[in-house]
């Protein structure tokens, strides 16, 4: 036999190989992309790190002690920090706080990239928008600690302390706040103060009232809903409900 003919047979042979390993890759593609949507689908809760809603709330105060001695070490900052959280998320704590400048929770709390769950609207208000994002985080994050976050002269607290008209949809703000307005009208001290501390503890109310999944996760006990005021002047986060 010539080399050429042997050549030829070789050709032959390896496109046989070749057309039998395509057949072969072609059947198990499926099995391969189900495979790895799969992987992809897997609940975060099934992976999230361990733990309890008490844990979680002295992170955040042990954080904000560190913020108010200036002892800050700005956790979960660098690049492997950001290659980790980059296909996956699990915060320890969702927290619904104001949209003020003055209050942003990373920097409150000393923490850093994927710790906290935000959920930011003026006046730290409910509304069903809120609610389901807040859900999200339980539902799907496994977060075990909701703190809803409000803070000493609040503008929006202010705004319907004072009862003037307000241009646009400030309106809503205002209207969702008027409800803890009535729960502080024969109370002594700053009412100001007073009303700030009512809607939080308002709020609190209606994530446990307003929703099933979060009532369930409370009495099932992977649930804590708190409430805190943070104070302009000290830095410091109060827990009050």
């Given at each position: 036999?010539?080399?050429?003919?042997?050549?030829?047979?070789?050709?032959?042979?390896?496109?046989?190989?070749?057309?039998?390993?395509?057949?072969?890759?072609?059947?198990?593609?499926?099995?391969?992309?189900?495979?790895?949507?799969?992987?992809?689908?897997?609940?975060?809760?099934?992976?999230?790190?361990?733990?309890?809603?008490?844990?979680?709330?002295?992170?955040?105060?042990?954080?904000?002690?560190?913020?108010?001695?200036?002892?800050?070490?700005?956790?979960?900052?660098?690049?492997?920090?950001i290659s980790e959280v980059a296909n996956s998320?699990?915060?320890?704590?969702?927290?619904?706080?104001?949209?003020?400048?003055?209050?942003?929770?990373?920097?409150?709390?000393?923490?850093?990239?994927?710790?906290?769950?935000?959920?930011?609207?003026?006046?730290?208000?409910?509304?069903?928008?809120?609610?389901?994002?807040?859900?999200?985080?339980?539902?799907?994050?496994?977060?075990?600690?909701?703190?809803?976050?409000?803070?000493?002269?609040?503008?929006?607290?202010?705004?319907?302390?004072?009862?003037?008209?307000?241009?646009?949809?400030?309106?809503?703000?205002?209207?969702?706040?008027?409800?803890?307005?009535?729960?502080?009208?024969?109370?002594?001290?700053?009412?100001?103060?007073?009303?700030?501390?009512?809607?939080?503890?308002?709020?609190?109310?209606?994530?446990k009232a307003s929703s099933p999944i979060l009532?369930?996760?409370?009495?099932?006990?992977?649930?804590?809903?708190?409430?805190?005021?943070?104070?302009?002047?000290?830095?410091?986060?109060?827990?009050?409900?």
């Amino acid at each position: 036999m010539t080399e050429a003919r042997k050549i030829g047979k070789m050709s032959r042979r390896n496109l046989i190989v070749l057309g039998g390993a395509s057949a072969m890759a072609a059947s198990l593609w499926p099995h391969l992309l189900k495979s790895q949507s799969a992987i992809a689908e897997i609940n975060p809760k099934e992976v999230a790190p361990s733990i309890t809603a008490d844990q979680a709330l002295k992170k955040l105060m042990e954080g904000n002690q560190r913020y108010i001695q200036q002892k800050r070490i700005f956790p979960d900052q660098n690049q492997a920090r950001i290659s980790e959280v980059a296909n996956s998320q699990h915060p320890f704590a969702t927290i619904l706080g104001c949209s003020d400048s003055r209050v942003p929770p990373e920097l409150l709390f000393d923490q850093g990239l994927g710790d906290i769950f935000d959920v930011r609207i003026a006046g730290n208000i409910t509304d069903n928008t809120i609610i389901g994002s807040i859900e999200y985080s339980v539902a799907e994050l496994g977060v075990p600690l909701i703190l809803v976050l409000g803070h000493e002269r609040c503008g929006a607290v202010k705004a319907t302390l004072e009862g003037h008209s307000v241009p646009g949809h400030i309106g809503t703000v205002v209207a969702a706040i008027k409800p803890a307005l009535e729960q502080v009208q024969n109370q002594s001290g700053d009412k100001l103060d007073n009303l700030v501390r009512a809607n939080v503890k308002m709020s609190v109310d209606k994530l446990k009232a307003s929703s099933p999944i979060l009532a369930e996760a409370v009495k099932a006990g992977k649930l804590k809903i708190v409430g805190a005021r943070y104070d302009l002047d000290t830095a410091t986060v109060e827990i009050i409900s």
